[in-house]
């Protein structure tokens, strides 16, 4: 089955670009989805299509796809910001969802 | 405003069955797939099922297939989901979530992606 890796960790500083990883086989050829979840609530959808914002969704935070490698960024953290960041595909192979497992934001 | 409600979480002894439900609204519900995705305690998040707008597609997770059922009643605009011989491991917080499809290009979607989620019951298998 498809595997995407997330690092475990990410910490930054208030004000300072983040960036999250999400490793997988061939990644770029497809889309993308990233999702933040804040302790003891549900996750909110942050990006998807790979570089696309919901409503509501601040400009600071943008997506790239290509290659093996996807990547939310956000361009300036804030404390609000800390959180876990899961990357999301679908595998149209198998008609599963994958999530990858997870990027703990602290920030500084 | 879109608002999916999920019950029916409780403590629940090994080998034994429980039912969950998603009560939807704000929304036209026969117009969207729908999925149930898990958070074991301290764990990142795990698919579990979807079932397609009219109910004629479901998928499951290989940790679940065989014992869990995903169906759905759109005159209710309810989503359920029926877990049979329960494991330690099942327990989780289960979400409901609505699905949209993204497409890059062409008439059929690319991938599929959650636009919202409930805020999830938990359910704790243990005797």
């Known amino acids: 089955s498809y595997v995407l890796t997330q690092p475990p960790s990410v910490s930054v500083a208030p004000g300072q670009p983040a960036s999250f990883a999400c490793g997988g086989n061939?990644?770029?050829?497809?889309?993308v989805h990233w999702y933040q979840q804040k302790s003891g609530q549900a996750p909110v959808l942050v990006v998807y299509?790979?570089?696309l914002r919901p409503s509501g969704i601040p400009e600071r935070f943008s997506g790239s796809n290509s290659g093996n490698t996807a990547t939310l960024t956000i361009s300036r953290v804030e404390a609000g910001d800390e959180a876990d960041y899961y990357c999301?595909?679908?595998?149209?192979?198998?008609?599963?969802?994958?999530f990858g497992g997870g990027t703990k934001l602290t920030v500084l | 405003q879109v608002q999916l409600v999920e019950s029916g979480g409780g403590v629940v002894q090994p080998g034994r069955s429980l039912r969950l439900s998603c009560a939807a609204s704000g929304f036209t519900f026969s117009n969207y797939g729908l999925h149930w995705v898990r958070q074991a305690p301290g764990r990142g998040l795990e698919w579990v099922a979807l079932i397609s707008f009219d109910g004629s597609n479901t998928y499951y997770a290989d940790s679940v297939k065989g014992r869990f059922t995903i169906s759905r009643d759109n005159s209710k605009t309810s989503l359920y989901v029926q877990m049979n011989s329960l494991r330690a491991e099942d327990t989780a917080v289960y979400y409901c979530?609505?699905?949209?499809?993204?497409?890059?290009?062409?008439?059929?979607?690319?991938?599929?992606?959650?636009?919202?989620w409930g805020q999830g019951t938990l359910v704790t298998v243990s005797s």
């Open positions: 979530a609505r699905e949209l499809g993204y497409y890059a290009s062409g008439s059929s979607p690319q991938s599929y992606f959650f636009d919202y």
């Open positions: 061939n990644i770029g050829r497809g889309g």
């Open positions: 299509g790979n570089n």
């Open positions: 999301q595909v679908w595998d149209r192979s198998i008609d599963h969802v994958v």
